[in-house]
C-alpha cells in the first residue's frame, strides 16, 4: 500500500470554535494602517446541526444577513478587543457571541450556534400565569399585569412568551458571550454554568414587554452539571447584550422533585438567566508548537471544562507560550487554533496551584490551511455511561484508533484518540494530523454502555468534525432500536491525498472491527 501527502478539499463543513486569522504584509511602500476588520462564520441549529438561513447578524453597526448555507459576512468592523455579535432568527432564540479584530487580527471567523425556541405561549397578562416548557422543569411565574412596554404603557391584546432551555453541558457555546463576568476593576473572570434560560416576551403588535418597577418573576432554571455535587445556593447571572458579559444579580436554590432538579429564583427583568458560580481560579502554562517544534505565536488557546461546564481562552506570545485561567481541582480540555488550523487536545487534572506543561499543543503544520488537521469531537449526555469514538482505515493501513489502540500523531497511524471518557457527558477526540493511505476512513460510535434508556440518539450524542476550521455536526438517524454502533462518516482518501467527507448515518448491531 502507497502512502500519500498532499493537499485536500472538504465537500461538507461548518466551523464550531472563534478562530482569529492575522493579517499579512505585502510589499512596497508603506500600507495603509487598518481601522476596520470582517467578521465571517456560519449559523447552525444547535439542535440539528442544520445550517440556518436568513438569519441576521449585526456587529459594529453592520448588519448582513446568512445565505443559503448559511453563511455570513459582515465588513468594515470597527477594532474592538471585545466585539459582541448579535444574531437573530425568528423561531430561535436570540444568540451574541463576542470576538476580537485588531491590526494584527483583522478577520475573525466565528460559527454561531441557535437553539429553537422550546415554548411559544400566548395568554392574558391580566391574569396571573404559570409558563412551562413542556417535558422540563423551566418556567415563569408572573403576577397579574406585571408587564409593560418599554415606555411603561401596558401591553396591547394578549401577551406571548418564547422561552427557551439551554444545557451548557451538550455544548458550551451554546451560552451567550464567553462565559466571564466583570469582578471589579474591569477585571473580566470565568464562570461555569449549571443551566440557563432564555426569556422573551412580546404583545400583540409586537412590543417588547418586561416587569414593571418593584415587580418580580419566579423563574426556574432545569439543573445541568457535570460535577456531581451542585451547589445548594448559586447566584444568578443575566446577560448583558451590550457588554457581552454575565452580571450578577440575586440567586437561586436548588430543589429537588422526585427525578427533577432545578434553580429557583426571582428575577426582576427579563433576559438570559444563569444559574453560575465564579469558581477558584488557577493558572496552567504551556507552549504551542508545529511538527517542526517550530513555536506558533498569535494562536488561540481555549480551555474546556471536562468535568464543570465552562470555558476561557487566551492567546500565545511571541514565543509561543501561554498562560490560562482554569477551576481548581478540575479536569479541563486544552487546544488551540490558529487560522482555521486545529491543535490535538490535552486532558489536564489542575490542583490549587499553579502548573506549567511540558508538551505543547501542536499544529500539524506550521498553520498552513491546505494541510490535515481533523478533530472529531464525541460528547453525549448523563447516560449511556460510556460511549466510544472509532476510526477504522482502510485494509492493512494499520488505523484502527479507539480507546485500546490510541495512536500517534508523531508516526503511523497519524491519527490519535485524545481524549478517552468514560463516565458520561463526553467528549471523546480523535485529532488527524495525515490520512497515510488512499481509501476509506470510517469514523464510529459504540455504545460500550451496552444501555438504551436513553440510547446513543436520547442521550442526546452529537459529532462535530472540524477540518481546518471548517466544521459539520452530526445528529443520530431514527432506527437505534438495540443496535450498539452509529457509523458517522467517511473520508474518502484519493491517491493525491485529497480527501471528501461523506455522511453514512446507518446503524449497526456489531462493534466496529479492525480492516
Same mark, same amino acid.
Given at each position: 500500500?502507497k502512502?500519500k501527502? !498532499? =493537499?485536500y478539499?472538504?465537500i461538507?463543513?461548518?466551523?464550531s470554535l472563534?478562530?482569529?486569522? &492575522?493579517?499579512g !504584509?505585502?510589499?512596497g511602500?508603506?500600507?495603509?494602517?487598518p481601522?476596520?476588520?470582517?467578521i465571517s462564520?456560519?449559523?447552525?441549529?444547535?439542535?440539528s446541526?442544520?445550517a440556518?438561513?436568513?438569519?441576521?447578524?449585526?456587529?459594529?453597526?453592520? =448588519?448582513?444577513?446568512?445565505g443559503?448555507?448559511?453563511?455570513y459576512?459582515?465588513q468594515?468592523v470597527?477594532?474592538? @478587543?471585545?466585539?459582541?455579535?448579535?444574531?437573530?432568527?425568528?423561531?430561535?432564540a436570540?444568540?451574541?457571541?463576542?470576538?476580537?479584530?485588531?491590526?494584527q487580527?483583522?478577520e475573525?471567523v466565528?460559527p454561531?450556534?441557535?437553539?429553537?425556541?422550546?415554548?411559544t405561549?400566548?395568554?392574558?397578562p391580566n391574569?396571573?400565569?404559570?409558563?412551562q416548557v413542556?417535558?422540563?422543569?423551566a418556567s415563569?411565574?408572573?403576577i397579574?399585569?406585571?408587564l409593560v412596554?418599554?415606555?411603561?404603557n401596558?401591553p396591547?391584546g394578549?401577551?406571548?412568551?418564547e422561552l427557551?432551555?439551554?444545557?451548557?453541558?451538550?455544548?458550551?457555546?451554546l451560552?451567550?458571550?464567553?462565559?466571564?463576568?466583570?469582578?471589579?476593576a474591569d477585571?473580566?473572570?470565568?464562570?461555569?454554568?449549571?443551566?440557563a434560560?432564555?426569556i422573551?416576551?412580546? @404583545?400583540?403588535?409586537?412590543?417588547?414587554?418586561?416587569?414593571v418597577?418593584?415587580?418580580?418573576?419566579?423563574?426556574?432554571?432545569?439543573?445541568?452539571d457535570?460535577t456531581?455535587?451542585p451547589?445548594?445556593t448559586v #447566584?444568578l447571572?443575566?446577560?448583558n447584550?451590550?457588554?457581552g458579559?454575565?452580571?450578577?444579580?440575586?440567586s437561586?436554590?436548588?430543589?429537588?422533585d422526585?427525578?427533577d432538579?432545578?434553580?429557583? !429564583?426571582t428575577?426582576?427583568?427579563?433576559?438570559?438567566?444563569?444559574?453560575d458560580?465564579?469558581?477558584?481560579?488557577?493558572?496552567i502554562?504551556? &507552549?504551542v508548537?508545529?511538527?517542526?517544534?517550530?513555536?506558533?505565536?498569535?494562536?488561540?488557546?481555549?480551555s474546556v471544562? @471536562?468535568?464543570y461546564?465552562?470555558?476561557?481562552?487566551t492567546?500565545?506570545?511571541?514565543?509561543?507560550?501561554y498562560?490560562?485561567?482554569?477551576?481548581?481541582n478540575?479536569s479541563? %480540555?486544552?487546544?488551540?487554533?490558529?487560522?482555521?488550523?486545529k =491543535?490535538?487536545?490535552?486532558?489536564i487534572?489542575?490542583?490549587?496551584?499553579?502548573?506549567?506543561? @511540558?508538551? &505543547?499543543?501542536?499544529f500539524? =503544520?506550521g498553520?498552513?490551511?491546505?494541510n490535515?488537521?481533523?478533530s472529531?469531537?464525541?460528547s453525549?449526555?448523563e447516560? #449511556?455511561?460510556d460511549?466510544?469514538?472509532y476510526l477504522?482505515?482502510?485494509a492493512?493501513s494499520?488505523?484502527?484508533?479507539?480507546f485500546a489502540?490510541?495512536?500517534? %500523531?508523531?508516526?503511523?497511524?497519524?491519527?490519535?484518540?485524545d481524549v478517552?471518557?468514560?463516565d458520561?457527558f463526553?467528549?471523546?477526540?480523535?485529532?488527524?494530523?495525515?490520512f497515510p493511505?488512499?481509501?476509506n476512513?470510517?469514523?464510529s460510535?459504540h455504545?460500550f454502555?451496552?444501555?438504551f434508556?436513553?440510547?446513543i440518539?436520547?442521550s442526546p450524542?452529537?459529532?462535530? %468534525?472540524n477540518?481546518?476550521?471548517e466544521?459539520?455536526?452530526?445528529?443520530?438517524p431514527a432506527?437505534?432500536?438495540n443496535?450498539i454502533?452509529?457509523?458517522?462518516?467517511d473520508?474518502?482518501v484519493?491517491?493525491?491525498?485529497?480527501?471528501?467527507?461523506?455522511?453514512?448515518?446507518?446503524?449497526?448491531n456489531?462493534?466496529?472491527?479492525?480492516?
Open positions: 500500500m502512502s501527502t !498532499g =493537499t478539499s472538504i461538507l463543513g461548518f466551523t472563534l478562530l482569529v486569522a &492575522c493579517s !504584509g505585502g510589499n511602500g508603506t500600507p495603509a494602517i481601522t476596520t476588520g470582517k462564520g456560519q449559523v447552525f441549529n444547535g439542535e446541526g442544520a440556518i438561513v436568513a438569519a441576521t447578524i449585526s456587529a459594529g453597526g453592520q =448588519t448582513t444577513t446568512t443559503t448555507d448559511g453563511r459576512l459582515l468594515n470597527n477594532f474592538n @478587543d471585545r466585539v459582541v455579535v448579535d444574531i437573530k432568527r425568528t423561531g430561535f436570540e444568540q451574541s457571541k463576542i470576538t476580537q479584530l485588531s491590526a487580527a483583522t475573525a466565528l454561531v450556534m441557535l437553539l429553537p425556541i422550546n415554548l405561549q400566548t395568554f392574558d391574569i396571573e400565569q404559570t409558563l413542556a417535558d422540563t422543569t415563569v411565574t408572573l397579574a399585569s406585571s412596554t418599554a415606555n411603561g401596558s396591547e394578549n401577551v406571548t412568551i427557551t432551555v439551554i444545557d451548557p453541558t451538550v455544548d458550551i457555546e451560552m451567550p458571550g464567553n462565559m466571564q463576568t466583570d469582578t471589579g477585571t473580566l473572570s470565568p464562570i461555569e454554568s449549571f443551566g434560560i432564555v422573551n416576551f412580546t @404583545d400583540s403588535v409586537g412590543n417588547e414587554l418586561d416587569l418597577q418593584g415587580s418580580t418573576a419566579t423563574i426556574q432554571i432545569p439543573l445541568t457535570k456531581g455535587s451547589p445548594a #447566584p447571572y443575566f446577560y447584550e451590550s457588554t458579559l454575565w452580571v450578577e444579580e440575586g437561586a436554590t436548588l430543589i429537588t422526585g427525578a432538579s432545578y434553580y429557583r !429564583g428575577v426582576s427583568h427579563f433576559s438570559t438567566w444563569n444559574a458560580f465564579l469558581y477558584s481560579q488557577v493558572i502554562n504551556g &507552549c508548537e508545529d511538527l517542526s517544534g517550530a513555536r506558533i505565536p498569535g494562536a488561540s488557546v481555549i471544562g @471536562d468535568d461546564s465552562g470555558t476561557s481562552s492567546v500565545t506570545d511571541s514565543t509561543g507560550a498562560s490560562i485561567i482554569v477551576k481548581q478540575a479541563v %480540555l486544552i487546544s488551540g487554533l490558529q487560522v482555521g488550523v =491543535t490535538n487536545t490535552i486532558k487534572p489542575t490542583t490549587t496551584s499553579e502548573q506549567t506543561i @511540558d508538551e &505543547c499543543l501542536m500539524s =503544520t498553520g498552513q490551511v491546505n490535515t488537521a481533523v472529531v469531537k464525541l453525549w449526555g447516560s #449511556p455511561q460511549l466510544d469514538a477504522v482505515g482502510p492493512d494499520g488505523v484502527f484508533v479507539f489502540t490510541p495512536g500517534s %500523531l508523531l508516526e503511523l497511524p497519524f491519527s490519535q484518540l478517552d471518557d468514560r458520561s463526553g467528549p471523546e477526540i480523535i485529532t488527524v494530523f495525515s493511505f488512499a481509501g476512513y470510517r469514523y460510535v455504545n454502555s451496552g444501555t434508556i436513553p440510547g440518539t436520547s450524542a452529537r459529532v462535530e %468534525l477540518t481546518n476550521g466544521v459539520a455536526v452530526f445528529m443520530p432506527g437505534e432500536e443496535n454502533t452509529w457509523d458517522v462518516f473520508f474518502i484519493a491517491d493525491d491525498g485529497s480527501f471528501t467527507v461523506v455522511p453514512v448515518n446507518t446503524w449497526s456489531l462493534a466496529p472491527l479492525a480492516n
